[in-house]
């Protein structure tokens, strides 16, 4: 009997800025599968060279956007079956982060590097979810009280 072994398939979600980058800086560390999750900006093109990517609404704190970007989120989250998810925000990232967390994947939130002594909308929102939440200041651990502090992401 051959057996099969268990691979791990990462889905990393965020916004297409700074928190893309600090994403990747994290995602290239690791051997695994995986596949990005953000919403479209003409400097993706790079980033598609270099790891498979979807493109989501952009919800912008819009009720019926956000509703939206979980339609397209389930759709991919459905396809991709993946294992873990990495997050590092905001807003794009907060309905594939709870809806892979209800359909069994892990969490993994990394607070912005920007949150250094208040804590994001998309951290608060997504701090119940997670398996795992890292903030990057030893002063945001006041916020998140599960919290476990990483270090800074440059």
Not at 119 to 148: C, E, H, T
């Given at each position: 009997m051959k057996i099969q072994k268990n691979r791990v398939k990462l889905c990393i979600t965020c916004s297409a800025g700074g928190h893309l980058k600090q994403a990747m800086t994290v995602a290239r560390t690791l051997n695994c599968k995986k596949y990005l999750v953000t919403y479209q900006a003409p400097h993706l093109n790079k980033i598609m060279e270099e790891i498979k990517t979807y493109t989501v609404t952009h919800p912008k704190r819009n009720p019926f956007l956000v509703l939206l970007n979980a339609f397209e989120s389930i759709k991919i989250l459905s396809k991709e079956k993946p294992n873990y998810i990495l997050a590092t925000g905001a807003d794009v990232a907060v309905p594939t982060c709870?809806?892979?967390?209800?359909?069994?994947?892990?969490?993994?939130?990394?607070?912005?590097?920007?949150?250094?002594?208040?804590?994001?909308?998309?951290?608060?929102?997504?701090?119940?979810?997670?398996?795992?939440?890292?903030?990057?200041?030893?002063?945001?651990?006041?916020?998140?009280?599960?919290?476990?502090?990483?270090?800074p992401l440059f």
């Open positions: 709870i809806l892979g967390k209800l359909m069994g994947a892990k969490l993994i939130y990394i607070e912005s590097g920007g949150q250094v002594y208040s804590p994001s909308l998309s951290g608060r929102i997504v701090y119940p979810f997670a398996d795992l939440f890292i903030v990057q200041w030893k002063p945001a651990l006041k916020n998140f009280s599960k919290a476990k502090y990483g270090g």
